[in-house]
């Protein structure tokens, strides 16, 4: 079977594991977390990052930071994992559900505009796919309302818009370090706080409401409790195999590129003859190459394809079913809106991902490929 994800060690993971287990100490905000926010924050152009647990809890930081609750409202996709909504959910916040491209799942800029009320507060595009939305129109809209922006970069860590890194853009972006992300440690995630007025408060939260940050670095006696907050921290164990994955994040993402371009020329010719549709051809340098996926003329084609493939020794998977028609969302009245999301309709019933890993070999793309032509042609 090939499976639809395959976690890639590049190389220095697990020593840098002995070292921080020889080191005495795995809790977090240790020397392996340090190392890694000084080389994401040089190398990769950030201005303030704070490794987390999970992209969950860079979300539910971001939230907190962004001040809102109930009463006020937040633009979220609809085509897009759950913690994208529930963080802001959790703290009270009602969700107002925005439709998908018509040329990609990614959130629709043109009809975010008409979705904002006196009760709007913040924003939160979703580079789906590693695919960076169009930052400029979105911040633009925001600063015209007077509206704040959290990225939800989930899938775009190595992904740039117009030379600058995807999650940089907003006033705050969140990531994911998940085993299935293109740089990974298992269970992982960022919050880059781009705003500087949200640093002290950023740091505070981190640490469990405390300014412990701050002690760590001389400028308190001892700390103490000081705002809301939680453990978000990552662990050094985690941060050590993350370092590994960051010192070679250019080599894993050349990679990705050359077997995703592999599948997009394998393929072409059923997107010419109209049997599927490919994502968008990236712009050059600023995808990340995260997944690969193809558009079926209906659901029952889709599902049909996935058996099809699985009986074949192949895991392709579908993604996103629907938040606004979610039990949660229903309970809420967040499910009123459904009608005018067609996009997101479409691409929860018609998307299917391929398998798309480091160490995916040239010949199993091949394969892949074969296989869904001949589902077509025989």
């Known amino acids: 079977m090939i499976p639809f994800n395959r976690p890639y060690c590049s190389g220095k993971e697990l020593e840098y594991i002995k070292q921080a287990i020889s080191g005495g100490y795995i809790a977090g905000n240790g020397i392996f977390t340090h190392k890694c926010h000084e080389l994401i924050e040089s ?14 809890d860079a979300l539910e930081m971001a939230a ?19 913690s994208t909504a529930l963080a802001f959910a959790r703290q009270g916040a ?3 559900f925005a439709d998908s491209r018509p040329d990609h799942p990614g959130v629709d800029e043109e009809r975010i ?5 006196e009760k709007t507060r913040v924003i939160v595009p979703v580079h789906y796919g590693g695919r960076v939305c169009d930052m400029d129109r979105i911040m633009e809209i925001a600063g015209r309302h007077g509206l704040l922006v959290v990225e939800d970069a989930a899938h775009a860590f190595g992904s740039s818009y117009k030379g600058r890194p995807a999650g940089t853009i907003g006033h705050l972006g969140c990531f994911s370090f998940h085993e299935t992300k293109v740089i990974h440690c298992g269970e992982g995630g960022m ?26 670095r001389g400028e308190v006696p001892f700390y103490v409790w000081r705002d809301t907050g939680s453990s978000f921290l990552m662990s050094e164990l985690n941060a050590a195999f ?53 558009i079926l003329k209906d659901q029952e084609e889709m599902e049909e394809l996935k058996e099809f493939l699985y009986n074949h020794g192949i895991q392709a998977v579908t993604h996103y079913t629907s938040l606004a028609m979610s039990p949660y ?24 991902r391929l398998p798309l890993y480091n160490g995916l070999k040239k010949d199993e793309v091949n394969m892949i490929a074969d296989r869904i032509i001949s589902f077509f042609y025989e």
């Not at 907190?64 to 759950?82: A, M, R």
């Open 242 to 294: 993350l370092l590994g994955q960051l010192e070679n994040a250019e080599n894993i993402i050349a990679e990705r590129q050359f077997l995703w371009q592999l599948y997009y020329s394998l393929l072409e010719d059923l997107e010419i003859r109209k049997y599927i549709k490919l994502p968008p051809l990236p712009a050059v340098g600023e995808f990340n190459y995260y997944s690969f996926y193809i």
């Open 43 to 56: 190398l990769h152009g950030f201005r303030k990052v704070l490794l987390t647990s999970s992209c969950t």
């Open 329 to 352: 969302s229903s309970g809420r009245g967040w499910n009123k809106s459904y009608e005018r999301l067609r996009n997101s309709r479409l691409y929860q019933g018609t998307l299917l």
């Open 113 to 117: 505009e008409e979705l904002i009320t």
């Open 94 to 96: 009602e969700i107002v």
């Open 191 to 216: 919050l880059s706080v781009n705003d500087e007025k949200f640093i002290p408060r950023a740091e505070v939260i981190w640490e469990k409401g405390t300014d412990r940050c701050a002690f760590r």
């Open 64 to 82: 907190i930071l962004t001040g809102v609750g109930p009463g006020d409202e937040v633009i979220v996709p609809e085509y897009t994992f759950v």
